[in-house]
């Protein structure tokens, strides 16, 4: 009953930076909990990032931290990640989830498993 829908991929250069947004619509709801992960040619879908549903505290992996911003803007029931100095090693199909219950600890959501919904992906290719 609530889609995300990624959009803000592409083709960059190394060391450039992109910023990715999550849109949510489907009826009425509050946001909760939304998280960004990715995962790259053979490799396994890996945790990003993680903000709760007010964005007050957020989370991310890693390796990086530094380098990408997860936040969102309720008003517009839309979720960011901006991400910097991207290199080559970011390469993969970005998306993002949301759960569809309050959350109890933001840190549970680095877990794939605690998310309801999720988007179909966008892609983000780094150039060399």
């Known amino acids: 009953q609530v889609q995300l829908v990624e959009s803000g991929g592409g083709l960059v250069q190394a060391g450039g930076s992109l910023t990715l947004s999550c849109a949510a619509f489907?009826?009425?709801?509050?946001?909760?909990?939304t998280g960004w992960f990715r995962q790259g040619p053979g490799k396994e879908r890996e945790f990003v990032a993680a903000i709760s549903g007010n964005g007050r505290r957020s989370i991310s992996a890693d390796s990086v931290k530094g380098r990408f911003t997860i936040s969102r803007d309720n008003a517009k029931n839309t979720v960011y990640l901006q991400m910097h100095s991207l290199n080559v090693e970011v390469t993969a199909i970005y998306s993002c989830?949301?759960?569809?219950?309050?959350?109890?600890?933001?840190?549970?959501?680095?877990?794939?498993?605690?998310?309801?919904?999720w988007g179909q992906g966008t892609q983000v290719t780094v150039s060399s």
């Open positions: 989830a949301m759960r569809g219950a309050v959350e109890n600890s933001l840190y549970c959501h680095v877990e794939a498993s605690r998310y309801d919904y």
């Open positions: 489907g009826g009425s709801f509050s946001m909760k909990a």
